[in-house]
């Protein structure tokens, strides 16, 4: 329909992998949610619960990146991406988890970026 505002939100993890001294590929995969209507009051609680766990999980990574900063930077990644893909994937069929909501319109996406520096 035309006129009509859509909110949404969307998760993207990707790493960057540098094969020689000016050239790197990035990798990444993201996926896209789009709310069939807003509810902003089950849209709140849903985002304060998601933000609230990621705070202690990203609390968590930087204590291990302060104790070990090459094994903190694998946890930090692994953690945090696998801690959104999970959110995301409870959101899959209820928009605003763990409230009874309809299901998202989704778009999951790979991409492969190249860099080139000279």
């Known amino acids: 329909m035309a006129g009509v505002f859509r909110f949404g939100s969307s998760f993207e993890a990707g ?5 020689t001294k000016g050239f790197s590929i990035q990798p990444k995969y993201e996926t896209a949610d ?6 902003a009051g089950k849209q709140l609680m849903s985002t304060v619960i998601e933000y609230a766990g990621f705070g202690l999980l990203e609390t968590f ?58």
Not at 15 to 19: A, E, K, S, T
Not at 65 to 88: C, D, H, Q, R, W
Request: glycine share 4%.
């Open 15 to 19: 790493i960057n992998l540098q094969i």
């Open 34 to 39: 789009i709310f069939p209507r807003h509810l």
């Open 61 to 118: 990574t930087k204590a291990v990146m302060k104790n070990s900063p090459v094994a903190g930077t694998f946890v930090n990644f692994i953690l945090l991406n696998a801690y959104e893909y999970g959110f995301y994937q409870l959101k899959k069929d209820q928009m605003y988890w763990p409230f009874v909501s309809s299901a998202p319109l989704r778009y999951e996406t790979f991409k492969l970026g190249m860099t080139f520096v000279f």
